[in-house]
């Protein structure tokens, strides 16, 4: 596994951005959407151009205007200017990106995919007494095609919302295989999936609960049926839920197998303050200082949420190398607390993005996170320069990349990445004039602007369409699918 560490995590905040200044390009002659096979052996090519490219690579190159093309499934040529002829020669299919911006697809670093069923339920409470009003009735009654469903909505959100990878924290096993639907949903969609199959054996709801084997087993068997396919792009990790739901004889063993697979460990840290107090109560020490001294705490680790860290916990992380998830928007909806995260970034720690469940947010829209990420923490620290745009589209993207176990692969336009592009419309009210494509895209734009989503060279959205699924029946079949969970789980919407 490539390591996040030793690159640059962090760039450079003040450095200027080549070619930033946005000015209408001539709009291409070349027909849109033109079908076809480039190159020799069949792959697909596709050549992106006329608009302006957000690299995120290590200088943070923006292009305007520039071109990408990409050859199956990766990225084979990122430039300024016009696409050489040389370029049109090799692309089966030419996309007009003129007045959009291109962006490496996002990494949606955690969410709980079961929870587009629940959002909207139980607004306005703090994490536990949400868990007890909403979230655990309506989970125990969910059912692998509920979890395929709400899924498959799920992924098209993302998708829409310009995350063409996701992490799926699942716990819910009331029907064993809730997490194949879900897997399920992912491989139909085409888009990167991660499911980090969560897991509890002690402390929480007896509905979610499982032995120490039953884990184990499970684990073995998604890892065995799901770990590499649809064409690597499904992947599977251990999800530890929370502190005060794992035993250390459960986080130990599951940990030897993690690291036997080569896979990592996905699990909730300090989201409240109540949660950092039973631990002490309980434990005696800190979530982070736990988690220390269990030897769970490397860059294989994604520690979710982290609002409550003091400094030597920072400093903990930071010294073993985790990834932190970073979920502002749930964090502020459930009241939850302000992660400390300039101050993550300037002990090096890398950052990732992530809406956490619609169930808390209540939605999956990366472009919004991008915002809020950026905003809260300006009024946390009073410092209007407490994170630029730079800063936070490189946790959605580079940062997102390393909590994905895969920051070779994905999170940036460069030649040889994988083909994993979204196009940004600009051209809207909400961000005419654009004088910096990444100011736009963290302060101006939500997920209504994304236009085309290319996730391996595939084109899974193109012109606000979505191509992978028909979006009207899913949206009808899941209202129908949820009305009739809710039914079953006797939960009454007023
Ligand atoms: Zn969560």
Redesign the pocket.
């Known amino acids: 596994m490539d390591t996040f560490r030793g690159q640059s995590v962090l760039p450079p905040s003040s450095s200027p951005r080549r070619g930033e200044d946005y000015t209408s390009p001539p709009m291409a002659e070349r027909a849109k959407g033109k079908p076809g096979w480039g190159i020799e052996g069949g792959e697909k090519s596709i050549l992106i151009e006329g608009g302006t490219i957000v690299t995120v690579d290590d200088a943070g190159h923006v292009y305007n205007p520039g071109y990408v093309l990409s050859e199956g499934d990766r990225i084979v040529a990122v430039g300024a200017g016009e696409a050489p002829s040389a370029l049109h020669a090799r692309a089966g299919e030419c996309i007009d990106a003129s007045l959009m911006a291109v962006m490496p697809g996002m990494v949606n670093g ?3 995919l079961f929870q587009t069923f629940i959002r909207g339920l139980a607004d306005d409470k703090p994490l536990l007494d949400w868990l007890k009003a909403a979230i655990w009735p309506v989970a125990q009654a969910l059912s692998e095609e509920e979890a395929y469903l709400a899924a498959l909505l799920g992924f098209v959100e993302n998708l829409r919302g310009g995350a063409t990878a996701v992490v799926d ?1 699942q716990y819910i096993h009331t029907d064993p295989h809730n997490d194949d639907g879900v897997c399920r949903a992912a491989e139909e969609t085409g888009a990167r999936f991660l499911l980090a199959r969560g897991w509890t054996d002690m402390g929480y709801h007896p509905a979610f609960m499982e032995s120490s084997d039953r884990i184990v087993e499970e684990m073995t068997r998604l890892h065995d049926a799901w770990h590499g396919r649809a064409e690597d792009r499904i992947r599977v990790e251990f999800g530890p839920l929370i502190p005060w739901g794992c035993s250390e004889a459960t986080m130990r063993r599951t940990y030897a197998l993690a690291q036997a697979w080569d896979v990592g460990v996905h699990i ?1 840290v300090a ?1 409240t303050q109540e949660e950092v107090a039973i631990n002490l109560e309980k434990r005696g020490n800190r979530h982070i200082e736990w988690l220390a001294d269990l030897g769970i705490l490397g860059p294989d680790v994604q520690l ?2 982290s609002v409550w860290l003091d400094d030597g916990e920072l400093d903990l992380v930071a010294e073993h190398g985790a990834v932190v998830v970073h ?1 502002p928007v ?1 964090n502020m909806y459930l009241a939850s607390g302000v992660a400390r995260i300039r101050e993550m970034r300037q002990r090096g720690i890398p950052v990732a993005l992530a809406t ?2 619609p169930g ?1 947010n209540n939605n999956q829209d990366m472009l919004e996170v991008l915002k809020t990420t950026a905003l809260l923490q300006k009024v946390a620290t009073l410092d209007a320069m407490a994170l630029l745009p730079e800063d936070v589209l490189w946790m959605a993207c580079r940062g997102g990349a390393a909590a994905f176990g895969q920051p070779a692969l994905i999170g940036s336009l460069e030649v040889g990445k994988s083909a994993d592009l979204v196009l940004v419309d600009l051209d809207t009210p909400f961000a005419m004039p654009v004088h910096r494509a990444p100011s736009a895209l963290v302060y101006n734009v939500s997920g209504g602007a994304v236009d085309t989503v290319i996730v391996d060279g595939e084109i899974l959205m193109r012109d606000k369409r979505v191509l992978c699924v028909d979006e009207k029946a899913l949206l009808a079949e899941a209202r129908v699918a949820c009305a009739r969970l809710f039914e079953r789980a006797g939960v009454v919407v007023d």
């Open positions: 955690h969410t709980h924290h909730h989201e979710v949420h979920c749930s956490d469940g808390s």
